[in-house]
C-alpha cells in the first residue's frame, strides 16, 4: 500500500510521476515526493507506531516506497540521550543529544537515507548502485548494497579520512578516489550518471533518499513525547538533513500526532565552508559558493544542493546560524566525550561547537528543551583529535614501575 501521489517540483508545482526523475524539466527545480496526507491521517496513530519495531520504517506510511521495506531493517531508532552532564556545563536546563553516531550498521545518520533508496532503488528494478559522498554516505551505500547484493559504485574525493576510506573499502565496492573536492566529485558523477543506468541514490534516486532523513526528526519527536522540543541544532553539508527534519516535524502536525509546535531550527556549519550559514547571517537568498578548507570534511560542500531550502527552514522557524572554528570543532568533540561519554566526528564537532557558542551568546535561551543532532561516529575521523587527547602511561609489566608512573589518590 502506497501513499505516494507522485512527484512534484519545489519550485513551479509541476507534478511528475514517480519514477527516477530528480528534476523539473521546466523550470529545473529539484522534485520533492508528494503524498496523500489525508489517507496517511486515516491510518497512522501513535500507537501503530508504538507498536512496530524499533527502526526508521516504524514510519513507513511517510517513506516514498510502494512494497514492503527491504533495507536498513535494523536502522533507525537511535537514542535521544538525556545530557545532564553537558547541560550543567553549559548552564542549560533541558539538553538532549539525537545520537546517529551509533546508527546500524555504519554508524551516521546516512544509513537512514541509504535505507530509503536502496529500497526504493529495487522497486524501481536496478541492479547497480553509487554515490557521490563525502564520507558517510560512501560507507553506508557501501554496506548496504553489500547487504542486498547490488552492485556498487563509490566516487568520494581522494582527500578523505582514513577510516572513511577502509570502511569502504571494507565492502568491496568499486571506489573511485577523485583528484578534487566534493562539488567536482558532484559534477562529475551528474554527468556519469546521465551514461549508465544506475541509481546514483543522491542523484537520479535523490527524492527519495532525501525523505529517509525526515526520521530523524520523527524520532526526536516521539522520544520527546510526541511533543516537538523548543531548538534543534543541525549540521549542514548539502542541507538535505535539515529541511527534511522541518518537514517531518510538520507532516507530524498536519497528521495530527503532534500539536502546533514552535522549534526553532538552527543551522550548523565549520567556518571553512559554511555557505548556508553567511546566506543566512547575511540575510541573503543567494547562497554563494565556497571552496572547502576544513577538519569537518563530511559537511565539506561549498555549492549545497539544498542550500536556498536550508536557509529558508531557519528563518520560517525563528533560529539562526553560527559557524565554528576548527579549533573549536576538536574542543566540542572532547567535551562531547568527557561529558556524556559520546565520541563524534569532526561533523558532530561542528554542531556540538555551535550550540555552544548560540547559548553563550544568548541565541538559545537557557531554559528551554535545547536537542543537539549528533550525526556520525569519532572513531571515522580520528586524525582530527590524535595529538588533542594526552597519551597512556608506558610500564613495565610489574607492581613498583606502575607505582612509579602511576599517581594514585590513595592506598588501600
Ligand atoms: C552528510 C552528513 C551531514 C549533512 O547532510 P546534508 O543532508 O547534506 O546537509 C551531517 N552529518 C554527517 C556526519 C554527514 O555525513
Ligand atoms: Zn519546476
Same mark, same amino acid.
Given at each position: 500500500?502506497?501513499?505516494?501521489?507522485?512527484?512534484?517540483?519545489?519550485?513551479?508545482?509541476?507534478?511528475?510521476?514517480?519514477?527516477?526523475?530528480?528534476?523539473?524539466?521546466?523550470?529545473?527545480?529539484?522534485?520533492?515526493?508528494?503524498?496523500?496526507?489525508?489517507?496517511?491521517?486515516?491510518?497512522?496513530?501513535?500507537?501503530?507506531?508504538?507498536?512496530?519495531?524499533?527502526?526508521?520504517?516504524?514510519?513507513?506510511?511517510?517513506?516514498?516506497?510502494?512494497?514492503?521495506?527491504t533495507d536498513g531493517l535494523y536502522s533507525g531508532f537511535t537514542p535521544l540521550?538525556?545530557?545532564?552532564?553537558?547541560?550543567?556545563?553549559?548552564?542549560?536546563?533541558?539538553?538532549?543529544?539525537?545520537?546517529?553516531?551509533?546508527?546500524?550498521?555504519?554508524?551516521?545518520?546516512?544509513?537512514?537515507?541509504?535505507?530509503?533508496?536502496?529500497?526504493?532503488?529495487?522497486?524501481?528494478?536496478?541492479?547497480?548502485?553509487?554515490?557521490?559522498?563525502?564520507?558517510?554516505?560512501?560507507?553506508?551505500? $557501501?554496506?548496504? /548494497?553489500? @547487504?542486498?547484493?547490488?552492485?556498487?559504485? #563509490?566516487?568520494?574525493?581522494? +582527500?578523505?579520512? !582514513?577510516?572513511?576510506?577502509?570502511?569502504?573499502?571494507?565492502?568491496?565496492?568499486?571506489?573511485?578516489?577523485?583528484?578534487?573536492?566534493?562539488?567536482?566529485?558532484?559534477?562529475?558523477?551528474?554527468?556519469?550518471?546521465?551514461?549508465?543506468?544506475?541509481?546514483?541514490?543522491?542523484?537520479?534516486?535523490?527524492?527519495?533518499?532525501?525523505?529517509?532523513?525526515?526520521?530523524?526528526?520523527?524520532?526526536?519527536?516521539?522520544?520527546?513525547?510526541?511533543?516537538?522540543?523548543?531548538?534543534?541544532?543541525?549540521?549542514? $553539508?548539502?542541507? /538535505?538533513? @535539515?529541511?527534511?527534519?522541518?518537514?517531518? #516535524?510538520?507532516?507530524?502536525? +498536519?497528521?495530527? !500526532?503532534?500539536?502546533?509546535?514552535?522549534?526553532?531550527?538552527?543551522?550548523?556549519?565549520?567556518?571553512?565552508?559554511?555557505?548556508?550559514?553567511?546566506?543566512?547571517?547575511?540575510?541573503?537568498?543567494?547562497?554563494?559558493?565556497?571552496?572547502?578548507?576544513?577538519?569537518?570534511?563530511?559537511?565539506?560542500?561549498?555549492?549545497?544542493?539544498?542550500?536556498?531550502?536550508?536557509?529558508?527552514?531557519?528563518?520560517?522557524?525563528?533560529?539562526?546560524?553560527?559557524?565554528?572554528?576548527?579549533?573549536?570543532?576538536?574542543? $566540542?568533540i572532547k567535551l562531547l566525550a568527557f561529558t556524556e561519554g559520546i565520541f563524534?566526528?569532526?561533523?558532530?564537532?561542528?554542531?556540538?561547537?555551535?550550540?555552544?557558542?548560540?547559548?553563550?551568546?544568548?541565541?538559545?535561551?537557557?531554559?528551554?528543551?535545547?536537542?543537539?543532532?549528533?550525526?556520525g561516529n569519532g572513531l571515522k575521523t580520528q586524525e582530527a583529535v590524535s595529538?588533542?587527547?594526552?597519551?597512556?602511561?608506558?610500564?613495565?609489566?610489574?607492581?613498583?614501575?606502575?607505582?612509579?608512573?602511576?599517581?594514585?589518590?590513595?592506598?588501600?
Open positions: 500500500m502506497s501513499f505516494v501521489k507522485g512527484l512534484r517540483c519545489r519550485e513551479c508545482g509541476r507534478k511528475y510521476p514517480k519514477e527516477a526523475l530528480y528534476v523539473c524539466e521546466y523550470c529545473f527545480g529539484p522534485l520533492e515526493v508528494d503524498y496523500d496526507y489525508e489517507k496517511i491521517k486515516e491510518r497512522l496513530s501513535r500507537e501503530t507506531i508504538g507498536s512496530r519495531p524499533k527502526n526508521l520504517w516504524r514510519y513507513r506510511e511517510l517513506l516514498p516506497i510502494d512494497g514492503e521495506p540521550v538525556k545530557a545532564e552532564n553537558l547541560a550543567r556545563v553549559l548552564g542549560v536546563d533541558e539538553l538532549y543529544i539525537k545520537d546517529d553516531s551509533v546508527n546500524h550498521p555504519t554508524l551516521s545518520f546516512k544509513d537512514r537515507v541509504v535505507a530509503v533508496a536502496l529500497s526504493k532503488a529495487k522497486e524501481f528494478g536496478f541492479d547497480t548502485v553509487a554515490c557521490a559522498s563525502t564520507g558517510n554516505l560512501a560507507n553506508s551505500v $557501501a554496506a548496504q /548494497s553489500a @547487504i542486498a547484493g547490488l552492485d556498487r559504485y #563509490i566516487f568520494i574525493p581522494a +582527500d578523505l579520512e !582514513l577510516g572513511k576510506v577502509i570502511g569502504t573499502l571494507i565492502y568491496h565496492p568499486t571506489l573511485i578516489a577523485v583528484e578534487g573536492n566534493y562539488d567536482q566529485v558532484n559534477r562529475l558523477c551528474s554527468e556519469i550518471a546521465a551514461r549508465y543506468k544506475w541509481a546514483f541514490v543522491n542523484i537520479n534516486i535523490r527524492p527519495y533518499y532525501a525523505e529517509g532523513s525526515k526520521t530523524f526528526g520523527y524520532e526526536i519527536i516521539e522520544q520527546f513525547g510526541w511533543k516537538a522540543p523548543s531548538h534543534i541544532i543541525v549540521p549542514c $553539508a548539502g542541507g /538535505s538533513l @535539515i529541511t527534511k527534519i522541518w518537514k517531518g #516535524i510538520k507532516e507530524l502536525r +498536519d497528521i495530527g !500526532l503532534i500539536d502546533k509546535f514552535e522549534t526553532k531550527i538552527y543551522a550548523a556549519q565549520a567556518s571553512g565552508c559554511a555557505p548556508i550559514v553567511t546566506a543566512i547571517k547575511e540575510d541573503s537568498d543567494i547562497i554563494k559558493p565556497v571552496k572547502p578548507q576544513t577538519i569537518a570534511k563530511s559537511l565539506a560542500i561549498g555549492n549545497p544542493a539544498d542550500g536556498v531550502y536550508a536557509a529558508g527552514v531557519v528563518r520560517e522557524s525563528g533560529g539562526t546560524a553560527e559557524d565554528v572554528t576548527d579549533r573549536e570543532i576538536v574542543e $566540542a563524534t566526528e569532526t561533523a558532530g564537532g561542528v554542531t556540538m561547537a555551535t550550540a555552544k557558542k548560540l547559548i553563550e551568546q544568548k541565541k538559545i535561551p537557557r531554559d528551554e528543551s535545547i536537542v543537539i543532532c549528533i550525526t595529538g588533542e587527547i594526552g597519551k597512556a602511561v608506558k610500564i613495565r609489566p610489574n607492581v613498583a614501575s606502575f607505582e612509579e608512573h602511576v599517581k594514585i589518590k590513595e592506598r588501600r
